[in-house]
């Protein structure tokens, strides 16, 4: 074998994942069929359960230094008031996606990861044993690689997915949206937000210094799957919906999106995975789709890595598909709701007034924000405690060694077994996993930890922290059920030793 793994695509869902399986142990590389990182902008930024995920590894403090934290988000150009939200990232960080990529490049660049370029994949055979994935010979390197595994990040028109036979229904494009970073001499405004007309609707937002990226939408019209998007396009679309052009110069990069909707029928085909705009795409609405990438490989790259070394049985990496596409596919329903509601016509005005009253009870506020930052997922778990299958809260702890937040125990990517009330117990039933799992006696600092779609909980007892954050097994006071736990630890790291 040449690697574990093989990843198609460096954007950020191939990167965070190349990571993940670093630090997990397993060989990887990563190629894309890119002479090099082309510097767009593309997406704007993250979500809060993203950025938890970051701070979870460690590496939080390099985004936050070059990004710009916001306090609110929007529903379809509705805004969503974050203030009190259940994190210690209660923002979206403005930061685009260009800036998101070189940073996860330099830390996958520390962990041993090198991204070969000019190396799109362009065929693969799978066996028993592996897959052997033919690239672009874009340079000396070898054309044919050899893997256990092969994961496609390559995109909404993502290669390794029409060549593992995987269905991508959906439904398909109404309208057509243009965005470009360019210079608007004539605009006097730094922020105009989907502001909707009789054609569609528009937005010109200030990147920094003597730079706007703008978008237009417009509806009941769909651009040829190959028409190039041009500068000329953009213009003429902006002076369609806003009547004029800002005097609009200098363009950087120019892209089209639409409304299309689809996702794959399944993420996994034997010994080749899906994952990001591979796995699924959508109308861009509420800036989630780098996000969810983001979380499909955090929550694949631990599964996969104990498979591909074999601590696990492949049954692991089923659980991908089990708790990610149904993540997905909310993701499908609410933006598509968002592009409805983003419709131009009376009709539309009226339900938009509604929805943006309604939006103000503070009940939906919170409903709908837990649902665009990604923190009210919850995936199906064993045992009944409130916080299994949830992301675990960021509870501030003190240990024998001094404070500590939960997610510092998170940065080596491994399991961590919480003991909140000293029992001897939990040790002796997790002895068998001591290579996998880090036990830490501690106490939380509160009585209660804050958790989105569910409020205040009472502080367990004791807590089994999946290497993606999320909680396999919890127990409050009294004796805890060391059978429940021995399964739960059997079912995500593996058999003992």
């Not at 988000?73 to 930061?95: A, K, T």
Request: with cysteine; charged share 25%.
């Amino acid at each position: 074998m040449d690697t574990d793994v093989v990843i198609a695509g460096a954007g950020p869902t191939g990167l965070m994942l190349a990571g993940e399986l670093r630090l997990a142990g397993a060989d990887v590389i990563v190629v894309d069929r890119l002479a090099k990182r082309t510097g767009e902008s593309r997406a704007g930024g993250m979500h809060s359960r993203t950025l938890e995920v970051l701070d979870q590894r460690g590496i939080l403090d390099r985004f936050l230094r070059v990004g710009e934290q916001t306090p609110v988000g929007h529903f379809s150009g509705l805004w969503l008031d974050f203030d009190g939200i259940e994190s210690r990232h209660p923002y979206p960080l403005m930061l685009p996606q260009s800036a998101i990529e070189r940073l996860l490049e330099e830390w996958v660049a520390e962990l041993g990861v090198r991204v070969r370029w000019s190396a799109g994949v362009t065929g693969l055979r799978q066996d028993e044993d592996g897959v052997t994935v033919e690239v672009s010979a874009g340079s000396a390197e070898p054309a044919t690689l050899r893997a256990r595994y092969l994961v496609g990040c390559d995109g909404g028109r993502s290669v390794v997915r029409k060549l593992s036979g995987t269905a991508f229904p959906g439904t398909p494009a109404t309208m057509t949206a243009l965005l470009g970073d360019v210079v608007l001499p004539g605009l006097s405004e730094d922020f105009i937000f989907m502001r909707r007309c009789a054609g569609g609707h528009y937005s010109a937002i200030a990147l920094e210094p003597g730079w706007h990226r703008v978008f237009t939408s417009e509806y009941d019209h769909v651009a040829g799957r190959d028409e190039p998007a041009t500068f000329e396009l953009l213009r003429e679309s902006l002076i369609r919906l806003a009547g004029t052009d800002w005097g609009m110069h200098s363009p950087r990069w120019i892209s089209r999106f639409n409304d299309a909707a689809r996702l794959a029928s399944h993420y996994r085909q034997g010994r080749v995975l899906l994952a990001g705009d591979a796995a699924h795409i959508h109308y861009p609405a509420g800036g989630q789709g780098l996000n969810i990438g983001v979380q499909d490989a955090v929550n694949l790259g631990w599964k996969l890595a104990a498979v591909a070394r074999g601590q696990a049985p492949e049954s692991l990496l089923d659980t991908y598909h089990t708790e990610r596409h149904p993540v997905a596919e909310r993701l499908l329903h609410n933006t598509r709701a968002q592009a409805a509601l983003a419709r131009p016509g009376a009709d539309v005005d009226a339900l938009r007034d509604i929805i943006g009253s309604l939006i103000e009870v503070d009940d939906v506020n919170r409903r709908l924000r837990a649902m665009i930052t990604a923190l009210d997922i919850r995936y199906p778990a064993d045992g009944d405690h409130p916080l299994a299958g949830r992301r675990v809260p960021d509870a501030d702890l003190k240990t024998p060694h001094g404070a500590i937040r939960v997610y510092d125990l998170l940065h080596a990517g491994r399991a961590v077994l919480l003991d909140l009330r000293g029992s001897a117990e939990l040790a002796r039933a997790a002895e068998g996993w001591s290579d996998r799992l880090r036990l830490v006696e501690a106490r939380s600092e509160d009585d209660c930890w804050s958790v989105p779609a569910l409020g205040d909980v009472p502080a367990p007892a004791a807590v089994l922290v999946r290497p993606d954050g999320h909680v396999a097994w919890a127990a409050d006071d009294g004796a805890p059920d060391l059978a429940e736990l021995r399964t739960a630890l059997t079912t995500w790291l593996g058999p003992p030793r």
